[in-house]
């Protein structure tokens, strides 16, 4: 796991559960086929959770309080 992308993404969301649950929804997403919202090449080795780091941390995936369960969505 990256540090830095964890790190970034955990200051956009202020609750630790929230972040955790809407993070790990969209790693889920990214496994099940979901298209990446930031650039992934073919050889990118990140996992999906890396991915979903990112995604939250560059503010591509907002994660908020009452979302569905998409709550991982744009």
């Excluded at 790190?7 to 979901?34: C, M, P, T, W, Y």
């Excluded at 591509?60 to 709550?71: E, F, W």
């Amino acid at each position: 796991m990256n540090e830095v992308n964890l790190a970034r993404a955990r200051e956009k969301v202020d609750d630790v559960r929230l972040f955790i649950n809407g993070v790990s929804k969209r790693a889920n997403q990214l496994a099940k086929g979901a298209r990446p919202l930031v650039p992934v090449s073919i050889n990118d080795e990140r996992s999906n959770l890396d991915i979903a780091l990112l995604e939250v941390a560059e503010g591509k995936v907002v994660i908020s309080q009452g979302d569905s369960d998409d709550s991982a969505n744009n």
